[in-house]
């Protein structure tokens, strides 16, 4: 299995430029989320969701949109980036049988600068 | 939704044992403990869950006294490779996407 992936590894943006960045698992789970992290911080959670059609804010869900057609795809669309959306962002996916305790598997990231 | 209290950072050398604390008031009943590890330019990755008591595998031990309230990660003997940023998680499935991984504390291993 590779797990969860993300692309692309890096990208700058102008400002007011939007991107998707993709984020595949292929361990079948059903939850999966979108993290960003700055320099020197915690994670902060961006969206999240619990099945295919179904998604749900974090904490910091402004500038951002999500969707989820899938259950191995979970798409981060940035549509007018701005430089406070510099940051790295990490996808996670975790189990949900009836037993789960929502243990999270993440992606490599994404490095994005917006100038 | 627990709220979690780490030390931001902690310093050792190599062999030592290293014990990071977390602080969980208002764990839930339904709440697991589960600790992440984070190197740079990765994404984090779990090391250890628990629920109570104690917990050992390959990596670490993690130790939950009897009210919960509190979590304590064990590295034994660690090395220059244990240096990373260490997140303590509280929560369960039903409430996915509430539980937050705070700043988490940058565990600094010197020869």
């Known amino acids: 299995n590779a797990g969860v992936t993300q692309t692309p590894k890096f990208r700058i943006l102008k400002i007011g430029q939007s991107m998707t960045l993709q984020c595949t698992q292929d361990?079948?789970?059903?939850?999966m989320y979108w993290y960003r992290q700055d320099p020197g911080m915690g994670l902060k959670l961006i969206y999240y969701?619990?099945?295919?059609?179904?998604?749900d804010k974090g904490e910091v869900p402004n500038g951002y949109n999500v969707s989820r057609s899938t259950t191995e795809d979970f798409p981060l669309r940035l549509e007018l980036a701005a430089p406070s959306q510099t940051s790295v962002y990490f996808c996670a996916s975790s189990y949900s049988g009836a037993s789960s305790t929502d243990t999270q598997y993440f992606g490599p990231g994404t490095r994005l600068t917006v100038l | 939704l627990a709220k979690t209290t780490q030390p931001i950072s902690m310093d050792s050398y190599e062999g030592q044992e290293v014990n990071i604390t977390c602080s969980h008031n208002?764990?839930?009943?339904?709440?697991?403990i589960t600790w992440y590890q984070q190197f740079p330019s990765q994404g984090p990755r779990f090391i250890i869950q628990g629920y109570k008591t104690k917990v050992t595998n390959e990596v670490a031990s993690l130790f939950i006294p009897a009210d919960r309230k509190s979590s304590t990660l064990s590295l034994p003997r660690v090395s220059l490779s244990d240096t990373a940023v260490y997140y303590c998680l509280v929560g369960d499935i039903t409430n996915a996407g509430k539980s937050t991984f705070g700043d988490g504390t940058t565990l600094t291993v010197k020869p």
């Open positions: 361990m079948n789970h059903n939850y």
């Open positions: 208002n764990i839930a009943t339904n709440d697991y």
């Open positions: 969701s619990v099945g295919a059609g179904i998604t």
